[in-house]
């Protein structure tokens, strides 16, 4: 069983980004290039020749041109092969119960990010998170209630550049920048701040960020408002093998997972919603099910 990385501040960034920009720039000029020749060259031939009715289609010509990055471009996303990463978060334990830390399938470019209020697994691939894990208890969301949202949305310049999204990916897209630890957990200003990081963000269907998962969120909290000990939740994405993505390759998840877990009852159940607008809500579904779709193993061994 490999291990995940743990991030590090980088100072190297890398050409990706630069490089899709320019083979959009060159697809996009070349395709205005070939429009503007064979508009001229038509009318031209047809002042000359009335009758001349050309054999190609244009759409037909620009169907064999590189086309330029869209939103509806999809990005491979390698299907679990049944080997395991073991987790390590070596500076944040705290957020795992009993110290029993998750296992994943293996994938590329998954790192550790601690912050203070939470930790984050980092996929480089769908430049999301894989798993956001949290640690409340009633003392924490009393100090939360009335702390004011930051709304100051930012790149984590922990992650190496080709890895992470940033800021421009998600303009325009028409998806929300969705919290996995959500900003109304937050019980410090500092955590508040560190909450608005994109490594804690998918991109999520803004009708359901505002109506079914907010209510998910809020249920959570009550709950643990009520709780005689610590809740561990970890929430994440799922996607589909070949994810539509938003921006540079920012994977754009097909169902939103939420696993609850109360370390004194030893009770767990999972939130599993579509990220779609058409969602409502529904039951849990439980952690033995949870762990046959993903394959992750988050809790500790008595939870299988």
Same mark, same amino acid.
């Given at each position: ?11 190297? %960034? ?8 320019? *083979? ?45 990055? %869209?939103?509806?471009?999809? =990005? ?51 430049? /999301? ?54 900003? $109304?957990?937050? %019980?410090?200003?500092?955590?508040? =701040? ?12 803004? /009708? ?15 709950? *643990? ?11 994440? &994405? ?25 370390? /004194?009852?030893?009770?767990?159940? *999972? ?12 039951? &849990? ?8 779709? /993903? $394959? ?9």
């Amino acid at each position: 069983m490999t291990r995940a990385k743990k991030a590090a501040p980088r100072t190297r %960034s890398s050409s990706a980004r630069t490089q899709s920009k320019s *083979v959009n720039r060159i697809g996009r000029s070349l395709r205005a290039l070939v429009i503007t020749a064979i508009t001229s060259f038509g009318a031209a031939t047809y002042l000359l020749n009335p009758h001349w009715r050309p054999q190609f289609s244009l759409d037909q010509i620009l169907s064999y041109l590189p086309r330029p990055a %869209s939103q509806e471009q999809t =990005a491979p996303i390698a299907k679990p092969t049944g080997a395991m990463v073991q987790t390590t978060f070596v500076s944040c334990p705290q957020f795992f119960p009993d110290g029993k830390l998750p296992a994943v399938p293996a994938s590329q470019g998954l790192r550790e990010l601690c912050f203070s209020a939470f930790a984050v697994l980092h996929s480089g691939q769908t430049k /999301t998170p894989v798993f956001v894990a949290e640690r409340l208890n009633r003392k924490t969301l009393s100090q939360a209630q009335g702390l004011q949202r930051t709304d100051k949305f930012y790149a984590d310049a922990r992650l190496p550049k080709a890895e992470r999204s940033d800021l421009d990916d998600y303009k325009g897209s028409g998806f929300s920048r969705g919290h996995m630890a959500p900003a $109304g957990d937050m %019980s410090t200003k500092e955590a508040m =701040a560190q909450s608005f990081s994109l490594a804690n963000m998918v991109p999520q269907d803004q /009708t359901h960020n505002a109506g079914p998962w907010s209510r998910i969120e809020q249920d959570t909290r009550k709950y *643990v408002m009520h709780a005689a000990g610590d809740v561990y939740v970890f929430t994440g &994405p799922v996607y589909a093998e070949k994810p539509k993505t938003i921006g540079f390759g920012v994977a754009i998840p097909s169902y939103i997972y939420k696993v609850v877990y109360d370390a /004194t009852t030893g009770r767990s159940w *999972v939130h599993w919603q579509a990220n779609a607008a058409s969602t409502k809500a529904g039951p &849990p579904i439980d952690y033995a099910e949870f762990v046959r779709r /993903t $394959g992750m193993q988050l809790l500790p061994a008595s939870q299988h």
